[in-house]
């Protein structure tokens, strides 16, 4: 069960921006903050409209005749636009509302139910993307030179192209992804009974006539590096502690690297050590802390390779004190949280299930949205006529699986590239910290 916890969070891995005190938005809940709509109004310069652009793939190419509604902060309509030859739909918006799109079933042998996109707080300039778009892949076989080893050794290959193994002695090779002129390498060894015999890191590695080679590089034994959780909260009942090293978008570990488990009682402070490559590197680490209720926490850090100390109850962000639900008269979804940190966007992964009616079989649809952060609520933009059957309704089931995020950069780094963000090379594109707070009922709960 803890496995696929921490699977879901890779989704928030993925600043309250202006349009979180949009007028029109505050005032439709009786809990928005006092004076939120007077100060909108009071601003001397009325904002400026701008062209938003949403670019949508599906299966690898552009998709083609999806609907995509842009929508003012009231939910207006200012478009409702079909993508273009190149899955691209546009429109000119004021700042602070949203574009939806809408990715219908894909009927066959294996079908794929609907799938709905939310940008909220959208801002003139916003350059959106749906859904990843890469050249074919081409495979060609590759060798690797590595230094001189015992024979026997066991040789663990990572690259940006690819990856691969083998027996020192032998020729390691892997199926490079092609275009692959330069790429950065990471090489392990081991003995056959798991001992650590060095790593090398090298960034920009020529590949000529489809040979790699760092033999001219010299292994280095991994490092042990103390990792420290320090002031943490009483309410947090167990903490995990990983780490890698992080460079040129390869985590790399050795074959010692092990990461912490901590069980309650914690007390304040734990900490122990993990073995890491000694290499040119950053320091990617991850403390995953939790609550009795199902609340979790992680707290990822890019930083020097070396020791760290994480204070938890500074990093923390607000925690998830109920199951977030959903109210179709308010067309929100509603939880408690705790007043610790703070937090800069929402970013969601919900299915809605309608059930059968007569004739109509039942439909499920998923609808992932990101939005600034509000305390206790996302609002769910009610979507203009055409697109009306994705509008939940009292009778549908909402299954919500909601993540709260603080980023590096704020709301503004993550919105454009929410829903197709590649790990930390995307969230901490440099060093620094993010965090994420989401909520899984116990066994037996809903």
């Not at 002129?181 to 090398?200: I, Y």
């Not at 590096?225 to 502690?241: G, R």
Request: hydrophobic residues 45%.
């Amino acid at each position: 069960m803890r496995k696929n916890r921490q699977g879901f969070t890779k989704l928030f891995s993925v600043a309250v921006v202006a349009a979180m005190g949009c007028g029109e938005e505050a005032a439709t809940f009786t809990d928005a903050p006092t004076g939120s709509v007077d100060a909108a109004q009071t601003t001397p310069d009325a904002p400026a409209a701008g062209v938003v652009k949403v670019t949508v793939s599906r299966s690898n190419t552009a998709a083609v005749g999806m609907q995509v509604a842009f929508l003012n902060a009231d939910d207006s309509v200012v478009a409702v636009a079909m993508t273009d030859a190149d899955g691209v739909a546009s429109a000119t918006m004021l700042p602070g509302g949203s574009v939806t799109v809408v990715l219908p079933a894909i009927v066959g042998a294996r079908p794929i139910n609907a799938e709905v996109y939310t940008f909220e707080g959208v801002k003139p300039g916003d350059q959106l993307v749906v859904g990843k778009r890469a050249p074919a892949a081409t495979l060609v076989s590759t060798e690797v030179l590595v230094p001189s080893l015992v024979r026997g050794t066991v040789v663990d290959v990572q690259t940006n192209c690819g990856s691969g193994s083998g027996t020192s002695g032998t020729t390691i090779t892997f199926e490079a992804r092609q275009p692959c002129t330069t790429t950065n390498v990471f090489v392990s060894a081991h003995s056959a009974n798991g001992a650590d015999l060095g790593q090398l890191y090298k960034a920009n590695v020529a590949v000529t006539n489809n040979v790699l080679d760092v033999s001219g590089e010299a292994f280095r034994p991994a490092k042990a590096h103390t990792f420290t959780l320090s002031n943490i909260p009483a309410v947090v009942v167990d903490a995990d502690v990983s780490a890698f090293a992080f460079a040129g978008g390869l985590q790399m570990t050795a074959s010692q690297t092990m990461g912490l488990s901590y069980n309650a009682p914690l007390g304040t402070t734990r900490a122990g050590d993990i073995v890491l490559p000694d290499v040119a590197a950053d320091l990617l680490a991850t403390a995953t802390i939790r609550r009795s209720n199902g609340a979790l926490q992680q707290i990822i850090d890019r930083a020097p390779l070396a020791a760290l100390t994480v204070d938890v109850t500074a990093a923390q962000i607000p925690w998830f004190l109920s199951a977030p639900t959903y109210d179709a008269g308010g067309s929100q979804f509603a939880w408690t949280e705790s007043a610790d940190g703070s937090a800069e966007a929402v970013v969601t992964n919900n299915s809605f299930t309608r059930p059968a009616n007569g004739d109509v079989p039942a439909v499920t649809w998923r609808h992932q949205m990101v939005a600034p952060h509000i305390p206790g609520r996302l609002r769910v933009p009610v979507l203009p006529p055409a697109m009306t059957a994705f509008n939940p309704l009292p009778t549908d089931t909402a299954v919500a699986l909601i993540g709260l995020i603080k980023v590096p950069g704020g709301y503004d780094s993550l919105r454009a590239t929410a829903f197709v963000g590649d790990g930390p090379a995307t969230t901490l594109p440099a060093q620094g910290r993010a965090v994420t707070s989401v909520f899984f009922p116990q066994r037996g709960v809903r």
